[in-house]
């Protein structure tokens, strides 16, 4: 039940209770009053007519008797009455025919309760029995009551019960009029409370909401007014501490955000430690192996070049043709041999620059004739309209895209399709324009996991590889100031980009 209805329901049976109380009191007190009122007139009446009549009484003057009885009985509230002589015969009767008969109960109760009694029926009306005694006091005192004979007369209560009936129909309107107004006070009086108690739950339910902006619009002066303003108050000191929390929760973000960032260069700076301490070793080690085998290997070149001036055109070799296939094998596996110190070489040694203005699209075209394309690998170009000339050591740049496009073809067993692109990339952030070669090929592609290490040197996944070729290509594009970036779909291909600067007088 609402606040309003219970406040009005209070409110109701209180002035209904208060009502009913008062009514009833004062009911019975009127009562009461005009009850006396009425027993007053009735002892005066009698005690008047017994005065004047007594007389007439004692001497039977009948004439006189009645005639004071008629003035008795024109009384309004008489309705009735009689006067019995010392025998008890009616001397006088309202009712005619009851004169003459013999009423001694009425001389008996007379003279039982001599100062007079009211006989209450219970009907409307009210009978006074009172003695008619001589006058003389003394002979009254001597226990001779000289009673003369006794008087009742009846009184009407129904003035009395109409008043009473009136005065009833007025405290039920007074009543009726009372709790309607306590209703319609209350009601109201519970209105002006609830309204505000209502937007206090409203508001009260928005901030459990989340809603820290809600306040109350509450202004009295009373304790809902305080209570208001003890809400508002609540609810900005919990916007503020949301804001500080909210405040100190970013900061802490942004603290953990830069730690991340330090942790990652730490690690990051902890692998370079750890990877340029490796290549230190694997350099001396590749630069100690390249230098020892240079030289026999060298004199087993020349040995077997020897060998083949020596026997190619004698009938041995005409009789054995196997002779010069071997003689050829052994030359192929040297040259093979070679090149993977001149790898040791190049990856041990500090790399040197010797640039110079190179045009990158005549470098490229130099590639197609020193590369070895098998008949299932289709070499396709998409060459920049116009390229600058760019201030790069072209022998290293070349080596650069060999082992670039090598790794491609050699990624395609099955054949496939190897496309060359060249693109000028604009100054982005303070870099200079960049020459970007790019390698995309539909081969086997790269796995994820091996990503991180393709650069690493010995990292290979071929059986007759060195894993030379990247990090050394890395190590070349790097000092040109550029870098080498790798993209893969593994099963679909991948692209390797060398990105450079133009260098010398063209901003690099
Ligand atoms: N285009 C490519 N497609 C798929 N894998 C590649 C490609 N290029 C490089 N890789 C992977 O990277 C590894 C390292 O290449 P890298 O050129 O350094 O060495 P390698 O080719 O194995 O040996 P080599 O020293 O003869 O070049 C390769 O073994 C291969 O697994
Ligand atoms: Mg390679």
Redesign the pocket.
């Known amino acids: 039940m609402k606040l309003k209805f219970k406040l009005a329901a209070g409110a109701i049976t209180l002035a209904g209770a208060g009502v009913l109380a008062i009514s009833l009191f004062s009911y019975f007190l009127i009562q009461r009053a005009r009850d006396n009122e009425l027993k007053t007139k009735g002892v005066v009446l009698c005690q008047q007519f017994i005065h004047h009549q007594a007389d007439a009484i004692q001497r039977r003057d009948e004439t006189k008797l009645l005639k004071g009885f008629l003035d008795l009985m024109n009384d309004r509230d008489v309705i009735s009455g009689e006067v019995v002589d010392n025998d008890g015969k009616v001397i006088a009767h309202s009712d005619i025919n009851l004169a003459g008969q013999n009423h001694k109960k009425i001389l008996d109760l007379a003279l039982q309760f001599p100062d007079g009694i009211f006989h209450d029926s219970g009907e409307q009306v009210l009978d006074l029995i009172s003695l008619a005694k001589s006058q003389n006091p003394e002979a009254f005192m001597l226990g001779s009551p000289n009673a003369m004979g006794a008087v009742r007369i009846g009184l009407s209560k129904k003035s009395n019960i109409y008043f009473m009936r009136n005065i009833r129909h007025g405290m039920i309107a007074l009543a009726a009029i009372v709790i309607i107004g306590a209703f319609i006070l209350s009601f109201s009086f519970a209105v002006l409370i609830s309204r505000p108690m209502a937007a206090l739950t409203a508001a009260i339910e928005e901030i459990a909401g989340g809603n820290l902006d809600s306040r109350v619009d509450i202004h009295s002066s009373d304790e809902i007014g305080q209570v208001g303003k003890a809400f508002n108050k609540m609810a900005n000191e919990l916007r503020l501490t949301q804001r500080q929390l909210l405040q100190a929760n970013a900061e802490l973000e942004s603290r953990l955000k830069e730690l991340a960032k330090t942790n990652v260069a730490l690690e990051e700076t902890q692998d370079k430690v750890v990877r340029s301490e490796r290549l230190a070793a694997i350099g001396q080690l590749a630069s100690g192996v390249g230098h020892e085998l240079r030289n026999p290997l060298a004199a087993i070149r020349n040995a077997v070049y020897y060998i083949r001036e020596a026997v190619q055109d004698t009938p041995t070799a005409k009789a054995d043709p196997t002779l010069m296939e071997i003689l050829g094998l052994a030359e192929n596996e040297i040259k093979n041999s070679n090149n993977i110190i001149s ?1 040791l070489l190049d990856f041990s040694r500090v790399v040197k620059l010797a640039p110079y203005p190179t045009d990158v699209h005549e470098l490229l075209g130099e590639l197609q004739t020193v590369l070895d394309i098998p008949a299932n690998v289709v070499l396709s170009k998409q060459f920049a309209g116009q390229l600058p000339q760019a201030t790069i050591d072209p022998q290293r740049m070349r080596q650069v895209f060999l ?1 670039l496009a ?3 073809i ?2 395609m067993p099955k054949g496939g399709q190897l496309s060359i692109s060249t693109r000028l990339d604009p100054p982005v952030n303070g870099y200079p324009s960049q020459i970007v070669v790019a390698f995309k ?1 539909t ?4 796995r994820p996991e ?1 990503m991180k290490k ?1 650069f690493e040197p010995l ?4 059986a007759k ?7 050394i290509s890395q190590g070349f594009v790097q000092a040109h100031g550029g870098k080498i970036t790798v993209e893969s779909q593994p099963g679909k291909g ?1 692209c ?1 980009e060398v990105h450079f600067p133009l260098g010398g007088d063209n901003g690099g």
């Open positions: 790898d082992n090598t790794n491609a050699q990624a090929d081969g086997e592609g790269i091996n393709l990292f290979t996944t071929k590889g060195t894993g030379l070729g990247l990090a991948c390797f």
